[in-house]
């Protein structure tokens, strides 16, 4: 399989650019990138990766992320990583309010636990690699 390189990401995420303040709310000119890492349940694997071929539709269809692909990728126990663009902070604090945005987290809580990206082994390397993930 087509083999990601972390490094890529670093480059992409370089780009978002300053923030005006900790914790400010102020709108950029570029969104948020987001990296998540989903550990699927025990036979869930499958459930999981519908929900992942709708999560950035739904969030497109309530405005909360850009026009910019995802990047999802596997890591070696199976773990999919997602990586989007929310269009601003704003748009992540209305994602919690979405109820169509809920119930896709909902099909994500029943198909995944949430892990930290520090957890996953690949991280530990200089150039951590991932699986390309086809949706």
């Known amino acids: 399989m087509k083999r990601i390189g972390v490094l ?7 780009g ?7 914790g400010s709310t ?3 000119a ?3 990138f987001a990296i998540v890492a989903y550990t699927p349940k025990a036979g869930k694997a499958e459930q999981l990766l519908t929900a992942v071929r709708k999560h950035l539709k739904v969030l497109r269809e309530a405005h909360l992320v850009t026009e910019k692909p995802a990047s999802v990728m596997r890591a070696a126990d199976g773990t999919i990583i997602e990586v989007f663009e929310w269009r601003s902070t704003k748009a992540v604090q209305e ?3 979405n109820p169509a945005v809920q119930a896709l987290w909902g099909e994500f809580g029943a198909a995944c636990d949430y892990t930290p990206l520090s957890k996953l082994p690949e991280t530990q390397q200089m150039f951590a690699e ?5 949706l």
């Open 8 to 14: 890529v990401l670093a480059f992409v995420l370089l």
């Open 16 to 22: 978002v650019g300053a923030r005006s303040g900790e």
């Open 26 to 28: 102020e709108e950029s």
């Open 95 to 97: 994602a919690h309010g």
């Open 30 to 32: 570029m969104g948020r």
């Open 130 to 134: 991932f699986d390309a993930v086809q």
